[in-house]
T-cell receptor, first 119, second 114 residues
Framework: GAVVSQHPSWVICKSGTSVKIECRSL??????MFWYRQFPKQSLMLMAT?????????EQGVEKDKFLINHASLTLSTLTVTSAHPEDSSFYIC???????????????FGSGTRLTVV | AQTVTQSQPEMSVQEAETVTLSCTYD???????LFWYKQPPSRQMILVIR??????QNATENRFSVNFQKAAKSFSLKISDSQLGDAAMYFC???????????FGKGITLSVRP
């Protein structure tokens, strides 16, 4: 089945530094990847949608300059939290969607998430 | 804009019993997909079941089945013979036919009593 690998699973960084989170589709080509943020006991909040080779589309209220998304290949998307602050501490999840016929029903495969703590 | 509503924040079920999780949605589209995802304490999102809107037959995956009422815009999940491993947060999600984004409900926390 489709597998998405997300790294790191957890990271602690100092305030003001940048952190990069990777999301890789291991056995399929992900034409579209999504980045979510989730607070404890809450739903997933979509931050941005990235399509391979093009600029990411950010949801309203998400700072593009703080959350840099790159989708340079069909198997890799990265989220960089720049100049992180304690309020950026959260759980970040990526998901990937393959293209082609039947993609809609196949749904989406999620990474295992990254717990970011900014101190 | 599409919305997904899960009005029950928490539910509890006795092991081996049946439980139904409710979900309603609002859309003006005729072509769309509906999903139920499970998020256990590990926080890994797991697809439980999916339904294409144009299919009248309710989807079934082993102990999991849905009651899809298109006219009422309702998409409930029934878990039969509940097991301790079913304890998790469950999210109902919608995807439009022309849009690749998933819209999630707020989720419901299901606990299973031994």
């Amino acid at each position: 089945g489709a597998v998405v690998s997300q790294h790191p699973s957890w990271v602690i960084c100092k305030s003001g530094t940048s952190v990069k989170i990777e999301c890789r589709s291991l056995d399929f080509q992900a034409t579209t990847m999504f980045w979510y943020r989730q607070f404890p006991k809450q739903s997933l909040m979509l931050m941005a949608t990235s399509n391979e080779g093009s600029k990411a589309t950010y949801e309203q209220g998400v700072e593009k300059d703080k959350f840099l998304i790159n989708h340079a290949s069909l198997t890799l998307s990265t989220l960089t939290v720049t100049s992180a602050h304690p309020e950026d501490s959260s759980f970040y999840i990526c998901s990937a969607r393959a293209g082609g016929q039947g993609a809609g029903l196949r749904g989406y495969t999620f990474g295992s998430g990254t717990r970011l703590t900014v101190v | 804009a599409q919305t997904v509503t899960q009005s029950q924040p928490e539910m509890s079920v006795q092991e081996a019993e049946t439980v139904t999780l409710s979900c309603t949605y609002d859309t003006s589209e005729s072509d769309y997909y509906l999903f139920w995802y499970k998020q256990p304490p590990s926080r890994q999102m797991i697809l439980v079941i999916r339904q294409e809107a144009y299919k009248q037959q309710n989807a079934t995956e082993n102990r999991f089945s849905v009651n899809f009422q298109k006219a009422a815009k309702s998409f409930s999940l029934k878990i039969s013979d509940s097991q301790l491993g079913d304890a998790a947060m469950y999210f109902c999600a919608y995807r439009g036919g022309a849009n690749s984004k998933l819209t999630f409900g707020k989720g419901i926390t299901l606990s299973v009593r031994p």
